[in-house]
């Protein structure tokens, strides 16, 4: 049984910075892809945000965040990272952490095998 468990949101200004972290335990995630996703509003889908391959050596983004948020990994620790840098309130989502048994990052939900119960990000505008 996976367990993904994410840390580090908050409430954090328009142009600040924020770092979550997506914990494995379980059987290991270290092995598969691994990915962010947020939901901006109760009812609304979750949308991709980030995306890493079973490594870390390639890494795909979202429009919305390229060149502000950066998704790596430490597999060693079993974690998944999403820093976040000069954030926006459009940026205000729960956001979740997922893990996919193939070793491929990929953008579509329903890729992902595992999901973490969500950490809420919040930027006041």
């Known amino acids: 049984q996976v367990q993904l468990v994410e840390s580090g949101g908050g409430l954090v200004q328009a142009g600040g910075s924020l770092r979550l972290s997506c914990a494995g335990s379980?059987?290991?995630?270290?092995?598969?892809?691994m990915a962010w996703f947020r939901r901006q509003a109760p009812g609304k889908e979750r949308d991709f945000v980030a995306?890493?391959?079973?490594?870390?050596?390639?890494?795909d983004y979202a429009d919305s965040v390229k060149g502000r948020f950066t998704i790596s990994r430490d597999r060693a620790r079993n974690t998944l990272y999403l820093q976040m840098d000069n954030v926006k309130p459009e940026d205000t989502a729960a956001y979740y952490c997922?893990?996919?048994?193939?070793?491929?990052?990929?953008?579509?939900?329903?890729?992902?095998?595992?999901w973490g119960q969500g950490t809420q990000v919040t930027v006041p505008s």
């Open positions: 997922a893990a996919r048994d193939g070793v491929v990052a990929a953008r579509r939900i329903e890729f992902y095998d595992y």
């Open positions: 379980g059987r290991s995630t270290s092995d598969g892809a």
């Open positions: 995306a890493i391959n079973w490594n870390g050596d390639t890494t």
